[in-house]
């Protein structure tokens, strides 16, 4: 076909082929997705789905849709499909274990947001962390909470100065007495002033 059209137009033809089809592609995924989002609200109105429902099946369906047209405009400009399979794969392993090896971490800073937020504790309160509600656990004056650990100052006979660093995940997965004042504390909670 190149050979019958002027010379000038065949550099056109290079770009102008896989502009065509990018286009294309992108239309048929627009009208793909307009089809879907049409079906998926007549089937939530004929079962009476939750509009959270409704809203997801959306987004997973534009997702899934969106993602595969990147694929194939990459593939329309050459990128090989084994090259980006290899990439996405890779990241995708390093992304599990650096999600798994920070999760701890990470699990701990969420709970110190919550800590500040919905404030179980404070500052300078007398705590006692239960393992459940018949045994008595680990109590103290709390001293100090950063992003990792509340450490507590522990009260008691025996414990003069040591101190407890607690993950701060620990006091969403326990029971937490609070006492603000030592004096009200029954038995064993002795402040230091």
């Known amino acids: 076909m190149k050979d019958h059209l002027p010379v000038w137009t065949h550099e056109w033809l290079h770009y102008g082929v896989p502009a065509l089809q990018i286009l294309v592609t992108l239309l048929v995924a627009w009208l793909l997705r307009l ?14 789905l939750p509009p959270e429902m409704i809203m997801g099946a959306r987004r997973v369906f534009t997702f899934v849709v969106y993602f595969t047209v990147l694929l194939i405009v990459l593939n329309i400009v050459g990128v090989s499909a084994t090259v980006l ?9 390093v992304g599990a274990v650096a999600f798994f090896a920070a ?9 110190t947001l919550l800590i500040f937020t919905t404030r179980p504790f404070r500052l300078h309160d007398y705590i006692e962390l239960l393992e459940n509600g ?18 507590l100052q522990e009260t008691g006979s025996g414990h003069e100065g040591t101190v407890l660093q607690m993950p701060n995940n620990m006091f969403f997965q326990r029971t937490v007495r609070r006492w603000r004042d ?4 029954p038995g064993g909670i002795q402040g230091d002033g």
């Open 35 to 48: 089809v879907a989002r049409r079906l998926i609200r007549r089937v939530g109105e004929h079962y009476t």
């Open 85 to 93: 399979w290899t990439a996405f794969t890779g990241f995708a392993a």
């Open 103 to 111: 999760w701890s971490v990470l699990s701990n800073i969420f709970c």
């Open 134 to 151: 018949e045994k008595p656990g680990l109590k103290g004056r709390v001293i100090d909470i950063n992003l990792i650990y509340t450490t």
């Open 182 to 185: 030592p004096s009200q504390a």
